[in-house]
Structures are given as C-alpha cells and as structure tokens.
C-alpha cells in the first residue's frame, strides 16, 4: 500500500508481531495499553529520523569536542483524543521536551463524521513541527478533521502517526492533505458498514481504557 508518495507503513518484525497481539480479542486493557505504548515508541523513532542536527561545542571530562545535538523546529505532539492518549507516553519518551496538545473528536456512530468536542494547542503551534497520534485511522474523517484543526492554527509541518489504518483512510487523507506524511503500522483490507477496520482490532478507545 504504497501507492502514496507520503506514506510509510512499517514492515519492522516488532511493531508487526505486536500489532499481532493487539488484533487479539482476548488481549485485555492492561496488556493492550502497553503495547500500543511500544508500538508508538519504536514508530516515534522512525518517524522523528530526519529531525535535524547542529554542531554544538562542548568539553567532555577529556577534551572539547564539537558534537552534534538536535536543533531546528520544536515539536508539539498532539494525541486524537481518547485514543491517541495511549500513544503519547511512548513518543513522549523519546523527546520529553515535546510540547503536548490535544484535539478531542469522536465519531457519530449514524454518520461516522467526527464531532469535535475539545482543542487545546500549544501557542506557538504554527512554529513547531507536529506529530499527531491516533491509532484508528479508519474513515479518516477524525484524522482530516484534526489536521484542520492545526492547519487553521497557521502549522503546516505535520506528520500522522497511526497503529491501523484502512485503504479508505488513507485515500482521503493523502488527497485531502497531500503534505502530511502518514506513518501506520499496517494497512488492513477494508471498513465495515460501522466504518470498523477489517480485520483490525476492534474499538481502540474502548479496549484501551476497559469501557468495552
Ligand atoms: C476512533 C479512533 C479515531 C477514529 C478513527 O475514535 O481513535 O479517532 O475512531 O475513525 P475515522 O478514521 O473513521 O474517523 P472514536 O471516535 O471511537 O473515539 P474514542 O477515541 O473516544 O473512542
Ligand atoms: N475506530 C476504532 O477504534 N476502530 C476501528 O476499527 C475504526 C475506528
């Protein structure tokens, strides 16, 4: 699945084989919470790759030296609310200075248009470089509907990061807004008719916080 120039799905045997036991029904809440942290923590180091490095002089206990440290645009990463909560402690590790945003949306179940209900951003979100969290990305009606949400804070640097995706999903996010790169961890075959990836995983909010 790629047949867009801006999306990467992840072949790395960890995040498959984790994903693996996230398909599994009978994985409960606590087990579930955890590896959608691992997955979320091995894709943030692949999807934080190009960040760029300056050279910055310091003295070890032997000598000066010039080494190299992370510079350029600072990151905001911004969770999908509820589920995109379950991937941010993993990210957050990599880079704990991050700045921490959250878009709260959830999908009319007649409809399955997102309905926004919370948005809160770091100020100077149009300066930073933004990492969006969610690991449903189903209809992509949420995910579209979140990358509004920032865009229209003036930020036009943002990368989506999801565990699961649908093709139907990824359609409308790479036409809809073609310069974010989409980062999943695997492509499933299609929705059902409650707009449900199959055979995916289920509902990620509820199997994440037991309110199945
Ligand atoms: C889930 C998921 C995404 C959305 C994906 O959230 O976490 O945000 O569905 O579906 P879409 O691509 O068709 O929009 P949900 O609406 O179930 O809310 P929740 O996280 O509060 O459970
Ligand atoms: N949201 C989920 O949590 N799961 C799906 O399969 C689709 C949308």
Same mark, same amino acid.
């Given at each position: 699945?790629?047949?867009?120039?801006?999306?990467?799905?992840?072949?790395?045997?960890?995040?498959?084989?984790?994903?693996?036991? /996230?398909?599994?029904?009978?994985?409960?809440?606590?087990?579930?919470?955890?590896?959608?942290?691992?997955?979320?923590?091995?894709?943030?180091?692949?999807?934080?790759?190009?960040?760029?490095?300056?050279?910055?002089?310091?003295?070890?206990?032997?000598?000066?030296?010039?080494?190299?440290?992370?510079?350029?645009?600072?990151?905001? /990463?911004?969770?999908?609310?509820?589920?995109?909560?379950?991937?941010?402690?993993?990210?957050?590790?990599?880079?704990?200075?991050?700045?921490?945003?959250?878009?709260?949306?959830?999908?009319?179940?007649?409809?399955?248009?997102?309905?926004?209900?919370?948005?809160?951003?770091?100020?100077?979100?149009?300066?930073?470089?933004?990492?969006?969290?969610?690991?449903?990305?189903?209809?992509?009606?949420?995910?579209?509907?979140?990358?509004?949400?920032?865009?229209?804070?003036?930020?036009?640097?943002?990368?989506?990061?999801?565990? /699961?995706?649908?093709?139907?999903?990824?359609?409308?996010?790479?036409?809809?807004?073609?310069?974010?790169?989409?980062?999943?961890?695997?492509?499933?075959?299609?929705?059902?008719?409650?707009?449900?990836?199959?055979?995916?995983?289920?509902?990620?909010?509820?199997?994440?916080?037991?309110?199945?």
């Amino acid at each position: 699945m790629n047949t867009y120039e801006n999306v990467t799905v992840f072949d790395h045997p960890l995040i498959t084989h984790k994903l693996s036991i /996230l398909r599994d029904e009978n994985t409960g809440s606590k087990q579930f919470r955890e590896l959608v942290n691992e997955i979320a923590m091995l894709m943030g180091y692949e999807v934080m790759r190009d960040l760029p490095l300056e050279d910055v002089e310091i003295k070890t206990p032997i000598t000066t030296a010039t080494v190299k440290m992370l510079t350029g645009k600072k990151l905001a /990463l911004v969770p999908i609310l509820r589920a995109g909560l379950g991937m941010l402690d993993g990210v957050l590790s990599l880079v704990p200075s991050a700045k921490i945003g959250h878009i709260g949306l959830y999908r009319d179940h007649e409809t399955l248009e997102p309905r926004e209900y919370y948005c809160k951003l770091p100020e100077d979100i149009a300066q930073r470089q933004v990492i969006l969290l969610d690991p449903m990305l189903a209809t992509g009606g949420s995910g579209c509907a979140a990358i509004d949400f920032i865009k229209a804070r003036g930020c036009h640097n943002i990368k989506f990061v999801s565990i /699961l995706a649908a093709p139907e999903g990824i359609e409308r996010m790479a036409k809809t807004h073609p310069d974010v790169h989409i980062y999943t961890g695997g492509v499933d075959e299609k929705l059902n008719e409650k707009g449900y990836i199959v055979p995916g995983l289920g509902d990620a909010g509820d199997r994440l916080f037991g309110t199945l």
